[in-house]
């Protein structure tokens, strides 16, 4: 166990000073386990990574996808070409500081767009990235990780009644429940042929100075379907266009998937209602009163926009059918 706080960041200052060869460095802390440095007159992004494995993938990511010419990632600093940094236990990494403009947020239309060009951008080229190190990529196995999230919703029940009337919990945990049925009715296969970036939340783009959108924080990474991160993606940015089927399939990049069985089934699971509220009952008292108010809205305010959308994915699906 590692001390933390002021003294575990002075020492991590003392390193990087060693490291860098840089003295007069200084390093201000962002959030547990994230600093801003500034070492020879430039700033940097530090993070503390879980374990070796973690830090050694996203850096091998990194830098192949700058290799093939996808600059929307912030490059990692050249002493990693050199040695791993390891600091009591743990790899630290180290990347280039982005300023930026104003943040991303899903209700901009523009910012929308330009998130999911980049992202669709990545899967272009990372579909492309092979290699022995790709091996160690851990694989999405989706329907499992929908089906632990359904089952700990379910589980909370119980308590989560106390919060919102039974009626739209059980309504959400039904929806739940028939797209499961569903896709594994369908037979669907998790082989990954490309490697997918697992949180697009919008804190995951940043936008800098100069326009140009990057995609951050690979925490996630795994070998997978595209149409997982494409459906998280739509998950995030449906309540800002009031449940609107039609307007995700008005998007250039998802026409691919006007006439896909599966990606009309995915859009049914309520991957945000459940996450959320499992967090909810995980975290302490002050953060409930945070987010008591998004929260009723993503549930209740939300909920008849929800159901004429899921009513049209249905009839989707019915078409789809039988057309196969």
Request: glycine share 4%.
């Amino acid at each position: 166990m590692h001390a933390r706080g002021d003294d575990y960041s002075h020492r991590l200052l003392s390193f990087l000073q060693y490291k860098l060869k840089d003295p007069g460095a200084s390093l201000k802390t962002i959030k547990e386990g994230k600093w801003v440095l500034k070492s020879h007159g430039s700033k940097w992004f530090v993070k503390r990574f879980p374990n070796q494995l973690k830090f050694l993938l996203q850096e091998r990511l990194i830098s192949t996808l700058l290799r093939e010419k996808f600059y929307h990632v912030l490059p990692f600093h050249p002493i990693h070409e050199r040695e791993l940094l390891l600091f009591e236990g743990s790899p630290i990494g180290i990347t280039m500081w982005l300023d930026t403009s104003k943040a991303i947020h899903y209700d901009q239309a523009v910012d929308r767009d330009d998130a999911l060009h980049v992202l669709k951008k990545f899967h272009a080229v990372s579909k492309t990235i092979h290699g022995s190190w790709t091996e160690e990529i851990p694989h999405y196995h989706w329907l499992k990780k929908w089906k632990k999230r359904m089952m700990q919703f379910q589980y909370n029940l119980p308590y989560l009644q106390a919060f919102i009337q039974p009626y739209y919990l059980y309504t959400y945990l039904e929806w739940g429940k028939w797209a499961l049925k569903e896709l594994k009715s369908v037979g669907i296969h998790e082989h990954g042929d490309c490697i997918t970036h697992g949180d697009v939340a919008h804190h995951n783009f940043l936008r800098g100075k100069n326009g140009v959108v990057y995609l951050i924080d690979f925490d996630l990474m795994s070998l997978s379907t595209e149409i997982t991160d494409d459906l998280q993606y739509c998950n995030r940015i449906l309540p800002y266009l009031n449940w609107s089927l039609r307007d995700i399939k008005e998007m250039e990049h998802f026409h691919t998937y006007r006439d896909h069985l599966i990606f009309h089934i995915g859009l049914m699971y309520p991957s945000d209602v459940f996450r959320e509220w499992n967090r909810f009952i995980r975290e302490d008292q002050s953060y409930k009163q945070r987010v008591w108010g998004y929260l009723t809205n993503l549930t209740i305010q939300q909920f008849s926009q929800r159901m004429q959308f899921n009513q049209e994915l249905h009839g989707e699906v019915k078409r789809i059918n039988t057309q196969l």
